[in-house]
């Protein structure tokens, strides 16, 4: 079974604090992603990787950035946290190619204060 | 851009009931649909998929058929029980350069004994 697996459930951090977020696949998958969830908006893709040190903007990088150093491991970090930046995050893997199914690690609810 | 839309939710049922969440898509070309499904506390998985016109996914109860002419792909269920009480997303990966997924703001479905 395919397994993601996000580093942390709950994360409670501070306004400017650095955060990060970190993220693994058992799978040799190629492409990694991070969502964020928030009532009534769905899933919004902030970044994905498609290769190691590979990276592309999603729908939402403002305030963000990624590091993917090794295939298994891709992390999503906060510069400077602000409090817009509460919410769940959700890491996904997949296979390079557009009918494989996306695999979601059980998601980091972070609360910035 | 590509873009899904489905119905509003929360959809509150009766055990038994006979269940449809509505979902179309904007996108060009002919991309693949999945539906997937968030049970309380945890990630996403998939639940089924599409990945040609005409084709029907199917899983679990659930079935869904990628409609071209409609751009739709309708999430079906005869009977419904209390075990299928989740969130319900329909999502696309489209045909760009990237594999990138678009998924629609999900659909709340509380089923009552």
């Known amino acids: 079974d395919v397994k993601v697996t996000q580093s942390s459930r709950y994360l409670v951090k501070r306004t400017g604090e650095k955060v990060f977020l970190e993220c693994v696949q058992d799978?040799?998958?190629?492409?990694m992603f991070w969502y964020r969830q928030d009532p009534g908006l769905g899933l919004r893709l902030i970044y994905f990787?498609?290769?190691?040190?590979?990276?592309e903007k999603g729908d939402i990088p403002e305030g963000y950035s990624v590091s993917r150093e090794k295939k298994e491991r891709f992390s999503l970090i906060l510069e400077s946290a602000s409090t817009n930046q509460t919410s769940m995050y959700l890491c996904?893997?997949?296979?390079?190619?557009?009918?494989?199914?996306?695999?979601f690690g059980n998601g980091t609810r972070l609360t910035v204060t | 851009g590509d873009s899904v839309t489905q119905m509003e939710g929360p959809v509150t049922l009766s055990e038994e009931a006979f269940l449809t969440i509505n979902c179309t898509y904007t996108?060009?070309?002919?991309?693949?649909l999945f539906w997937y499904v968030q049970y309380p506390g945890e990630g996403l998985q998939l639940l089924l998929k599409?990945?040609?016109?005409?084709d029907k996914g199917s899983n679990k109860g659930f079935e869904a058929t990628y409609r071209k002419e409609t751009t739709s792909f309708h999430l079906e269920k005869g009977s419904v029980q209390v075990s299928d009480s989740a969130v319900y997303f329909c999502?696309?990966?489209?045909?760009?350069?990237?594999?990138?997924?678009?998924f629609g703001t999900g659909t709340k479905l509380q089923v009552i004994p």
């Open positions: 996904a893997s997949s296979f390079r190619d557009r009918n494989s199914p996306l695999h």
């Open positions: 990787s498609y290769d190691v040190k590979m990276k």
């Open positions: 999502a696309l990966s489209g045909t760009g350069g990237y594999q990138k997924v678009t």
């Open positions: 799978m040799d998958h190629e492409n």
């Open positions: 996108a060009t070309g002919y991309p693949s």
């Open positions: 599409a990945t040609k016109a005409d």
